[in-house]
């Protein structure tokens, strides 16, 4: 894979209108263009499909589903029949769910969310119950067994879930990354691109390194270069 289909952009602004520049500037430097809860709440989810798709991007679509099976599986085919290159499950919804997904996923990949990278350990115990390493590990497993595509994990939990035979073949996806030169913001279990390739990152999910860089770096395109060679450095 080049370093090129190494990159998702989060596209995490408030309107299409904000959403265009990005997408035009962006498209022959990245795989894919992430549409989340932000633009799918202010704009519509189809609009924003269509809206990227008609620039020549391609999506995945964070609904990050989280309900019973039946309504995560009509929310899978509604998602699927959009033409998206992915979509992604909460996988503390159950196998069940997963599986509802998974059914109804026609040509679209389908990814387990495990836990938020945005998490501290304290978090992870008071909401699951352990520590983060061991749910993130509970959860692959639980998704693979459900016909996942793959993951979606903190880059700190990639060396783990690289040790298991059973995970072997599940895509890891990786949000949580910050180049140096960036800001972590409320990102918490963070790597950097490199970091996150050498170990074991399928595809990185990153949003406001590229779309807001610092003003040293300059423009998104200038920060999605840099790190386009930072990953191309490592492969
Ligand atoms: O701006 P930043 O690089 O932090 O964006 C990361 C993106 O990945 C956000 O759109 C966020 O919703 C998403 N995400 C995440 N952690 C997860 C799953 C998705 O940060 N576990």
């Known amino acids: 894979m080049a370093a090129k289909d190494r990159i ?18 962006l498209a022959s430097y990245v795989w894919c263009f992430k ?23 391609q999506v995945f679509y964070d609904g990050k589903f989280c309900d019973i099976p039946n309504t995560v599986g009509n929310a899978a085919k509604a ?3 959009l033409g998206v290159q992915m979509f992604n499950v909460h996988a503390s919804a159950g ?17 387990a969310v495990t836990v938020l990278t945005s998490l501290e350990e304290n978090n992870a115990h008071l909401i699951f119950g352990g520590s983060s390493k061991a749910k993130v590990l509970q959860l692959a497993r639980d998704a693979k067994i459900a016909g996942c595509d793959g993951i979606i994990c903190s ?12 995970l072997v073949g ?5 949000p949580g990354v ?16 490199a970091e996150a390739i050498k170990a074991g990152a399928t595809v990185l999910v990153i949003g406001r ?27």
Not at 8 to 25: F, H, M, R, W, Y
Not at 99 to 110: E, G, R, Y
Not at 155 to 166: F, I, T, V
Not at 170 to 174: A, I, M, Q
Request: glycine share 8%; no cysteine; hydrophobic share 45%.
């Open 8 to 25: 998702i952009v989060a596209l995490d602004v408030p309107s299409l209108e904000q959403a265009g520049p990005l997408i035009t500037s």
């Open 35 to 57: 549409i989340g809860l932000e633009l799918i709440t202010a704009e519509g989810g189809p609009q924003a499909v269509r809206f990227v798709q008609e620039r020549g991007g």
């Open 79 to 81: 998602a699927a029949g």
């Open 95 to 111: 196998v069940e769910a997963m599986m509802a997904a998974v059914a109804n996923k026609w040509k679209a990949l389908v990814l």
């Open 155 to 166: 880059p700190q939990e990639l060396e783990l879930l690289g040790k298991q035979k059973e």
């Open 170 to 174: 599940l895509l890891k996806v990786t």
């Open 178 to 193: 910050r180049p140096e030169w960036a800001a972590t913001g409320d990102q918490k279990r963070v790597m950097t691109p």
């Open 209 to 235: 390194p590229i779309t807001k860089p610092p003003a040293e770096i300059g423009t998104p395109v200038d920060a999605a270069k840099k790190i386009l060679e930072e990953i191309a450095a490592v492969l």
